[in-house]
């Protein structure tokens, strides 16, 4: 028998899943549709679970919520014995019925909860985990995903994502659990118990004060700056709206039609603000306030995207790696100037992100490190740093996430956001910051492809796709030639090529979606050169990897 119709027979016969469920999975006649959900169990990865939404072993459900919370719980009850966990939601569907499912398994392990009783954005859980002295938590989140995903996001002790050996340990306690071996409470007795707490203004005032104090030059006027701002029906606009208050930042105008929140995020198909089409709606009304900027956060609020005016006011998306440039370049010359850099400073960005990172850092003279993409590495090296003398300020990747200081261990959509606006009030258009920026250190210049391999055989075609490149690598790239190759294996599944005059190019598959990505950059002398010189070295390598 097939593995997905014993997976089905399973579900159908287990005395732990409700017969409303079972009834909904008899009236399903697709047998494509059967087989996505039940070929496989989903996959719990280093950072916790993503999927569709609905019945199934392959799908997000309380069932698979409830395994992944008594998994996590087990790890916490072994290391930490009795401890507290926090837990926080976004607007997506079920975020919030999975959030208090998460909440009884802990309770119901002995493990005290602090739950949001409202939906609160990814970094404020992070931090949330860090103030109150957490042995860990859960933020119910698939980031930017399509409408019909949901996620489970774990986070360790210091309110980082988790990483070895903590993730294999965690991965093996969920993948041995089973629907029997889950420990259950009602929320009544919860209560009582005060295993089950609702938190919410207390730490609301902490994290905004947080926040605030990122601030490099709060002695800025902010009369004259016109800010746009939309949460993309997320979590972000209840800090957003007041930290922005608070800064001193009064010319904020919200998107009407995409504040409220919601689970189908509108007419948006992917709520994501590292794509230009989430800002069509904001672009419009930026034009008749003549907003200096238009800042998007995606539903968990933990990335932040930027649409600024050029000569012609005309609305530019910036790119995640133009956006990091900037924040950097701010936050290191206003330290220096105020004499508070130091050379025991540090930044920290991922090896797919622009090189011109590293050229700040030298020019002010502190530490730069380059780790993996996902900030759960972020964290990783933050604590490494500590060790030695070293005090993170800054860091992000390519892919939106920014981090300024350490309250939260995560990407952040909040304190950049606020550090965007001040640098509106510092310096003004901020297109022709980035210009100067460029001027002063090279046109270092960036893309981004992501390709799409949908369907049960798209992992599979990834896979092939990476060891044909293994075996036979590439010697050059539309007339640069790769001066190094490294393959990251076995740390993380990653390639990346060293080019002549600070070239690369780099091929990483996603590892919660049949996707992968490919990074190019080089450095130009002018934006022009620079523009025509990676996509001809990544147009190649598609050509090469068709």
């Known amino acids: 028998m097939e593995q997905y119709k014993i997976n089905l027979n399973n579900w159908l016969t287990d005395p732990n899943i409700d017969e409303t469920t079972k009834e909904e999975l008899k009236q399903i006649k697709d047998e494509n549709d059967l087989k996505e959900r039940f070929h496989k169990n989903l996959e719990f990865g280093t950072a916790g679970l993503r999927g569709i939404l609905g019945a199934g072993t392959n799908r997000m459900n309380i069932y698979n919520i409830r395994i992944a919370s008594q998994g996590f719980a087990s790890y916490l009850v072994k290391n930490f014995g009795l401890s507290s966990a926090a837990v926080s939601y976004d607007p997506r569907h079920f975020s919030y019925e999975f959030a208090v499912e998460t909440a009884l398994v802990f309770a119901a392990n002995g493990i005290k909860t602090y739950i949001y009783k409202e939906m609160r954005p990814t970094p404020q859980l992070s931090y949330t985990v860090r103030e109150l002295k957490c042995s860990g938590g859960v933020m119910i989140t698939a980031s930017h995903n399509p409408p019909e995903y949901n996620g489970y996001k774990v986070y360790g002790d210091d309110g980082s994502q988790v990483v070895s050996p903590a993730d294999t340990e965690i991965i093996n306690f969920v993948n041995g659990t089973k629907l029997e071996d889950v420990k259950l409470i009602t929320k009544e007795e919860a209560t009582e118990k005060g295993l089950f707490i609702e938190i919410l203004e207390e730490i609301d005032e902490k994290f905004i004060q947080e926040t605030l104090n990122l601030r490099r030059n709060p002695e800025l006027n902010k009369d004259n700056v016109n800010i746009v701002y939309s949460p993309l029906h997320g979590a972000g606009l209840v800090s957003i709206k007041e930290v922005f208050k608070r800064a ?192 002063k250190y090279g046109f270092y210049t960036e893309e981004t492809t992501p390709i799409t391999i949908k369907g049960i055989t798209g992992q599979e075609k990834i896979k092939s796709m990476m060891e044909t490149l293994r075996t036979n690598p590439p010697k050059n790239l539309a007339g640069n030639t790769i001066i190094e190759t490294i393959d990251y294996l076995p740390k993380s599944d990653v390639l990346y090529y060293a080019l002549e005059n600070e070239g690369f190019i780099c091929i990483r598959p996603s590892g919660t979606e049949p996707k992968i990505k490919i990074y190019a950059g080089v450095k130009g002398e002018t934006r022009e050169e620079g523009k025509i010189k990676v996509n001809a070295i990544k147009n190649d390598f598609l050509k090469l990897i068709e």
Request: charged fraction near 25%.
């Open 248 to 439: 001193g930042f009064n010319n904020l105008f919200l998107v009407d039609k995409q504040t409220k929140p919601d689970g189908d995020f509108g007419n948006l198909t992917y709520p994501n603000p590292e794509d230009p089409d989430v800002f069509k709606e904001a672009i419009v009304f930026a034009k008749e306030k003549k907003a200096d900027i238009i800042i998007a956060t995606d539903p968990d609020a933990d990335r932040v995207g930027v649409c600024v005016p050029d000569k012609e006011d005309e609305y530019i998306h910036l790119t995640g790696n133009q956006l990091g440039v900037l924040l950097c370049e701010y936050i290191l010359s206003s330290m220096h100037e105020k004499g508070t850099l130091k050379p025991s400073h540090g930044v920290i960005t991922s090896i797919v992100s622009s090189k011109l990172t590293s050229a700040i850092a030298k020019y002010y003279g502190i530490n730069v490190a380059h780790v993996f993409t996902g900030f759960k590495h972020f964290g990783e090296q933050i604590r490494k740093w500590k060790k030695e003398g070293i005090e993170f300020i800054y860091g992000f990747e390519e892919s939106f996430g920014y981090q300024i200081g350490s309250h939260v261990r995560d990407k952040d959509g909040i304190g950049p956001s606020l550090l965007l606006a001040e640098m509106v009030a510092c310096h003004g258009n901020l297109w022709d910051y980035l210009e100067k920026t460029y001027e």
